[in-house]
């Protein structure tokens, strides 16, 4: 029986510190699947406020800022950082050998960037999920063929500061290659350097066009669709993002569910596991999203199997 007059005191909860490195601008303008991460953590207990606190930094899409940014979550000393696309985790992993990382969104190989020593048994402090997007071309360029069969010249939209896009662009090429179709290379590491490559592209005999996925881009999917609609080119993408703006089909792993099972790591990781021993996850559904909307103001019918199959229409 407690003495009577004296208040029992309870140990404060803790509070477990994150930190969100993202290589795109804050929400809401492209990385809307920060929510996602968000609810996820809330279904696992984990309430801003009460028990978890999150630092975000963002580039902004400027990926030169991403090593002072990281160093930055490093200094505050947070229980994990979570990344969101290439550059972020391998600024990340530069900045710090001690911190947990949990990697998202990264659509290159991360044993050929460095990042683990393998997927199964990732030997360092990074784990996470490997989209590994880039090796999906030559499927999409499949697809985008079936649409626009007399597909000879296809100019690309990257940004060169993106180590993930040096990979899409090869992976491009040499699914092109293979397919007779002559690509088209656009820098667009800024709005200013698209709207340039709007201008090139506008001068190219260009068949279509395709985007590789970057903070750049997705922020200016919706302009870049209503470019290609004025200049009637097909657009194919790795994200329903770039579809859901306007883009004609895409096919790749879906992002939001990148975020949920990041905090399934960052759950694994605050209970005492340590990333060495967490296995990356690759993707094992794709989405194919085709927009139907726009098929019809570029006078294209795709075939009625590809829409059957179709896990989203845009209508």
């Not at 994150?18 to 290589?23: A, H, K, R, S």
């Not at 406020?49 to 975000?56: D, F, P, S, V």
């Not at 990382?101 to 683990?116: N, Q, R, S, W, Y």
């Not at 201008?199 to 903070?215: N, Q, R």
Request: charged letters at 20%.
């Amino acid at each position: 029986m407690g003495t009577p007059g004296v208040a029992v005191s309870q140990a404060p909860a803790k509070i477990y510190r994150i930190g969100w490195l993202g290589q795109s601008s804050p929400p809401p303008v492209a990385d809307r699947n920060a929510g996602e991460f968000q609810q996820s953590l809330r279904d696992l207990g984990y309430v801003e406020g009460r028990n978890l606190a999150i630092e975000y930094r963002y580039a902004g899409g400027k990926v030169e800022r991403l090593p002072d940014l990281a160093g930055e979550l490093v200094r505050l000393k947070v229980d994990v950082i979570v990344t969101s696309g290439e550059s972020a985790a391998l600024a990340a992993k530069r900045a710090t050998n001690a911190i947990p990382i949990v990697a998202t969104e990264f659509g290159m190989d991360p044993v050929k960037a460095g990042l683990v020593t393998s997927l199964g048994r990732p030997g360092g402090n990074v784990t996470g999920l490997a989209a590994i997007n880039e090796e999906l071309w030559p499927k999409r360029l499949e697809l985008f063929k079936q649409v626009v069969p007399k597909l000879s010249r296809l100019a690309v939209l990257w940004n060169p500061a993106n180590s993930g896009n040096q990979s899409c662009v090869s992976e491009i090429q040499t699914a092109a290659r293979t397919m007779g179709v002559q690509l088209r290379s656009m820098e667009v590491g800024d709005s200013r350097a698209l709207e340039r490559a709007f201008t090139d592209i506008a001068k190219e005999a260009a068949d279509g066009l395709a985007t590789c996925w970057d903070s750049v881009t997705l922020e200016h999917a919706r302009p870049i669709a209503d470019f290609a609609l004025k200049q009637r080119l097909p657009t194919i993408a790795p994200l329903k993002e770039y579809v859901e703006a306007g883009a004609l089909l895409s096919f790749g792993a879906g992002l939001s569910a990148h975020q949920r099972r990041a905090a399934y790591y960052v759950d694994k990781i605050l209970k005492g596991a340590k990333p060495a021993d967490l296995p990356l996850e690759r993707p094992t559904l794709f989405e194919l999203v085709v927009n139907l909307k726009t098929a019809k103001a570029l006078g294209l019918t795709l075939p009625p199997a590809m829409v059957v199959l179709a896990d989203e229409v845009v209508r």
